[in-house]
Each structure stands twice: as structure tokens, then as C-alpha cells.
């Protein structure tokens, strides 16, 4: 009878172990973290190219000063309207901009830095469609308009984009107050229509505030 109970426990203690060799077989390993998905940071990081007057320009946040004086009056201004447009519709949505235009005055569609979502680049196509030109030159107002909406973007490569049709009335003043409200050294990059006699100006405003200039005859 001890041999039975005996040869009972070894089969019992068999039947375990091959249980056991089956259940490690089939056992996945745990996932690990791989440590590669990155962050949002990361992904709000990334730079994208747009085309404006055919110069490309890089990065995150894009913020314009736009010229509607008089002297933009007729194919100029229709011209300036399509290509804001137009770069405006390159925008994806992790971008952020902003919009001012200037004459004797200067107009500001939003205080604020906005994201380019569908609804928002709609609104700013509408508004820039909405600009008359008229009046005078006087940048220097819209220009540190347009640095303080840039300066409230969180965005790492802003560039701002200042285009006109000539020297400002207000060039004595305008070199110093643009690049003094441009603490936080962003690019201003420059573009002139047509007047030669802007040339001198526009190239000072980018040479001393890390940007491009272009001339367009």
C-alpha cells in the first residue's frame, strides 16, 4: 500500500512540473518603455518651410507687419492680399502667427499670438481680404506691435516678416524702436517692393536683428 501512495506523489509532482515547463512557454515578457514617443515639447518643436513673395521661410511661429499705404494702392496691395493668403493657408496647425498691417496707422487683427487652426486661418484670410489701402507710412508703431504679439508666443523659432514699398516717414526713429522692442532676438526678416530709395532702411532693419532681406523690382 505504501508503494501505491508513494508512486501516487511522484506521478502528482511529474504532472507540476510539466504544468509549470507549459505555462513558462506561453508567458509573454512585459513591455518595457521604449523611452522614444518624445513629448509634446518635442512635437510643438518641429519648424515647417512657407513660401511669401518667393522667399521660404523657416519655423514655428510667423508673425507679419504688412505695408497699406497709399502707395500700395491697386496691383500691389491685390498682390500683397494673395500672398498672405496664400502663406497663410501653408500654415499647419502647430503653427502659431500673427498679423499687423500699418499705414498712418496701424491695424492688429489679434492681440495675442493665435494657433493656425482651420477657423483661425480663415478669419485672418477674411481680415486681410477685408484691408483697404490708404495713407501714409509709419512702421515703427506696427513693428513693435507685431515684436509684442511675437513675444508672447512659447513658439522656439519665431521669425517675423516686415514688408513695404518704400522709406517710412518715421525711418529716423523707427531702426531704434523696432530692434529695442526685439528683446527677445528674433529674426526680422524684410521685404521691399518696387522703391529703391527703401533699400538702405530695410536692410539696416534685418542686418540688425538676424534676418534676410529681398528686393523685388
Partial sequence: RWLIYALAILTSLCAAVMADDSSR??????????????????????????????????????FWCLDKSGSMIGDQFATL?????????????NAEFGLVAFSSNHVVWRENPSRATSNNKLAAIGWVQALAAGGGTM?????????EICNHSQKNHRAVIVLGDGLPADESVALEEITGANYQSVPINTI?????????????????????????D
Avoid at 522614444?36 to 514655428?60: L, P
Avoid at 512702421?139 to 515684436?147: C, F, R
Avoid at 517692393?193 to 532693419?205: E, R, S, Y
Fill in 192 to 216: 521691399l517692393i518696387a522703391d529703391v530709395g527703401g533699400i538702405p532702411f530695410m536692410q539696416m532693419l534685418a542686418g540688425m536683428n538676424q534676418g534676410t532681406f529681398k528686393f523685388i
Fill in 25 to 62: 512557454e506561453n508567458r509573454r515578457p512585459l513591455d518595457l518603455p521604449s523611452g522614444g514617443s518624445g513629448s509634446n515639447d518635442d512635437e510643438e518643436d518641429i519648424t515647417e518651410s512657407i513660401t511669401f513673395y518667393g522667399a521660404e521661410f523657416e519655423g514655428d511661429g510667423f
Fill in 139 to 147: 512702421i515703427s508703431p506696427a513693428g513693435v506691435a507685431t515684436l
Fill in 81 to 93: 492680399q494673395s500672398e498672405v493668403t496664400m502663406a497663410i493657408q501653408q500654415l499647419s496647425a
